[in-house]
């Protein structure tokens, strides 16, 4: 299985970064100052942003240990393909993070150190971590082989006064309401829903979510793709379809990718979004904490044949260390550092997301309307992207087919069953090549 992954995305890997961009080795393992490289993932507003955040913690964590880090905040767009080049050349980083829908994926390449009892227990131990968090850091059965660090679902956020000047007193709990409220709130330049047509692992997101409460499944129980099942059409066709048949959502939309839709909310281009712990990225664009609202994310008013109650996949970030460090043990402090009370509170408390550890999450920094919703769809509505090895490449392909029939609605193309099928059936055929 290591093998195939990294077969299939030999390609992705020769446009990646370099590998003498990724970082240097660590330093001292035999004496001497130690260092690390860390790649943390971005979670801020900026790149710079999330350097400013995370340096004064690890000058902490030197003072501490006397172990430095020399921290690089990778891109989303480049994360994964460089994590993948690490693997491949057995250099670059020490620990890193990664999103944590990809921890079959990276667990099937080999490249990373397995948190055993005893790995798991020199961090803390099993029990400290979130269990829905824990349940996204690996297959099943298996020991994973990242920790989670920071923790997050997808909620609604809607506008108050969009809401309330248009008379509508409350965020709605079902798509079909979610489409009456997006129609009376679309009016001239202003849309009811802001979506991002061409986030490949966005839109991704989405079609899990939608696809489980539509009785839909990815993969069967031997990790067959089973992409182009009726019930996946029908749950893409619906997320589709809030532009190409409700016209709620700006078919400009189709071209967005970097978090554009986030600002067309926060600047009242749209009235409602949904996204996971926006909060702070409202706050940097100058939307009042009390200006928004948040809700769960909606379900069908009748629930489809086999669907099941879930509005979100367990989102959020995971800390793994390269098995190519030279220094383990160093490493794992870090890890374990990261992942203290104390660091849980500071770091999510500044990204809005939730703690990954038990043991914080009655502090007062969790306790504002936003966490309490996403807390709760963890712990009730939230599930697992399949864990499996192809995940990663299920994500970019199934991603990349609604993206084209983003742009497809967008163009005036009618995006119907038969067309919806097709992307779908092309992309399970492309997950075998």
Partial sequence: MSRR??????????LAASITACGDDSEGGSGGAKTLTYWASNQGSS??????????????????????????????????NRLLAAATSGKGPDVVNIGNTWSASLQATGAFIPFDDATIGAVGGKDRFVPAALAAAGAPGQPPTAVPLYSLAYALYYNKKMFADAGISAPPTTWEE???????????????????????????????????????????????????????VAAVKRYIDLMAVDKIVNPSNAEYAQNQSVSDFANGKAAMLLWQAAGN???????????????????????????KKVNSMVAGINIAVFKHTKDKDAALQFVKFMTSDAEQVQLNKVYGSLPSVTTVSGDAAFQAEEQKVLASVLATSAAPLPQVAEESKFETLVGTAMK???????????????????KLGNAQQQMGS
Wanted: charged fraction near 20%.
């Fill in 5 to 14: 992954l990294l077969a299939m995305t030999a390609a992705a890997l020769v």
């Fill in 47 to 80: 790149l710079d942003f999330d350097k400013q955040t995370l340096q004064p913690e690890l000058d902490k964590f030197e003072q501490q240990t006397g172990i430095k880090v020399n921290v690089e905040v990778v891109p989303w767009s480049d994360l994964l």
């Fill in 404 to 422: 084209e029939l983003f742009a497809d609605a967008a163009s005036g193309k009618a995006v119907t069953e038969d067309a919806v099928k097709e």
């Fill in 281 to 307: 990225a409202f706050k940097t664009q100058g939307m009042a904490a009390d200006a928004y609202g948040v809700a769960p994310v909606p379900f069908p008013a009748t629930t489809p044949a086999g669907g």
């Fill in 178 to 232: 979610l489409v009456t409220t997006g129609k009376k709130l679309t009016k001239g330049d202003q849309w009811g829903l802001a979506v991002e047509g061409a986030n490949i692992s966005e839109n991704s997101h989405h079609a899990f979510a939608f696809g489980q409460q539509w009785g839909g499944e990815w993969f069967d129980a031997s990790g067959k793709p089973t992409f182009d099942t009726p019930q996946n």
